[in-house]
């Protein structure tokens, strides 16, 4: 990656989220076996994965419910490894999901990751996609963990039925949709299935589908892989202290700061339509919304 038109914040930006994938060791997790640099550039080299998730939902539409479910078992194996050691990965997408032999998924991008210190129980920083946003993040609600939950569930949903649970040619009615609609469930998914979805479809994130729980699910309990690591202090991935969950509060509490009129989010989006010469939304391409233009709407 050249130095030559990087801002200083980019490459600071850049040499963070080496550092978060130098530690990472996790078969569904795209391995960084090395990094160095020239006067000219950044050199990453990482394990070669063959192709994108984002292509086989482009290529094929949607997957068998089988399929589906060994995808969902690997990407909670990632997350799981990655909450227990207080990483969230901020931008859960199809296309941040490669490929490797044998059908195998691995979590790719950690450019939006976050390792969240001990006494940092909430975040407000606003990162990620907003096809893939949790309703706390398009409100710009202080926001954990479970954010990448949500994500989750968008892409097995997805993965399932060939679209997002909320997908329209505009990102204004878009943010309403994630935050004020329910999710329409298909006949075709299975009551397991269904269940675990909507588990992690859940608008509230305290009512939300998380860990310890998630990981005993019927969905995807017998296929999670968890990577043990007894190292790591306060974890994620455990159920939190009443003590935690006071400070966590109080926390939630001091970070909520009421915004007049529209969120960032929105007013960014209008600005972006605005300056658009044909006056098309944002990430839409002849009035289809483009997964390619709304994956770009916050990088």
Known sequence: ?????????????????????????????????????????????????????????????????????????????????????????????PQNILLGKSGVVKLCDFGFARAMSVSTLVLTSIKGTPLYMSPELVEEKPYDHTADLWSLGCILYELHTGTPPFYTNSI??????????????????????????????????????????????????????????????????????????????????AKTVPTPGESRLLRKAREQTDNSNRGKPVGSDNGKVSHRGIFKFLK
């Open 172 to 253: 204004f009615h878009l943010v309403q949709l994630i935050v004020r609609d329910p999710v329409k469930w298909p006949d075709t998914m299975s009551d397991t299935c269904t269940s675990f979805l909507k588990g992690l479809l859940t608008k509230d994130p305290q009512k939300r589908l998380s860990w310890p729980d998630l990981l005993h699910h019927p969905f995807v309990a017998d296929g999670v892989l968890v990577v043990s690591d007894t190292c790591v202090y306060s974890p994620l991935t455990v159920t939190p202290s009443p003590d935690m969950m006071a400070l966590k509060l109080q926390q939630v509490a």
């Open 1 to 93: 990656m050249p130095k030559v038109g990087r801002s200083e914040k980019e490459l600071r930006s850049l040499k963070r989220e080496i550092e978060i994938m130098r530690g990472l060791q996790h078969p569904n997790i795209v391995q960084l076996f090395d990094s160095f640099e020239t006067d000219t550039e950044v050199v990453v080299v990482t394990e070669y994965a063959e192709g994108q998730l984002f292509q086989i939902i482009e290529d094929d539409g949607n997957l068998p419910e089988s399929q589906v479910q060994e995808i969902a078992c690997q990407l909670v194996s990632a997350l799981y490894y990655l909450h227990s050691h207080r990483i969230l990965h901020r931008d859960m997408k």
